[in-house]
Nanobody
Framework: QVQLVESGGGLVQAGGSLRLSCVAS????????MGWFRQAPGKQRELVAT???????DYADSVKGRFSISRDGYKNTVYLQMNSLKPEDTAVYYC????????????WGQGTQVTVSS
């Protein structure tokens, strides 16, 4: 079992920044991949960014150049730095863990709301 707790969401104006945090109950080096997802009202959940145990990262095209995913192994924490935020970034953001390596993301956090005003 892996518990994930997100924090850092809030209300921000367009062009602003937020940093989301996700604290895991397991050592990150024992988790194959961590991901940040988001879901806006009436839309499907989408993958925003991922980071592997080896610190390789990947991003959705919609956030490339604006968002950055990172990790702190000592704190078992994954971050999502979000810059140049747009109203279309408004969503509930979820942290998830893929422990097996099949891209299934078996464990999820409770989500944190990000609202970007125009």
């Amino acid at each position: 079992q892996v518990q994930l707790v997100e924090s850092g969401g809030g209300l921000v104006q367009a062009g602003g920044s937020l940093r989301l945090s996700c604290v895991a109950s397991r050592n990150l080096y024992r988790i194959n991949r961590m991901g940040w997802f988001r879901q806006a009202p009436g839309k499907q959940r989408e993958l925003v960014a991922t980071i592997t145990a080896g610190s390789s990262t990947d991003y959705a095209d919609s956030v490339k150049g604006r968002f950055s995913i990172s990790r702190d192994g000592y704190k078992n924490t994954v971050y999502l730095q979000m810059n140049s935020l747009k109203p279309e970034d408004t969503a509930v953001y979820y942290c998830a863990a893929d422990t097996i390596g099949r891209g299934l993301y078996e464990y999820w956090g409770q989500g944190t709301q990000v609202t970007v005003s125009s």
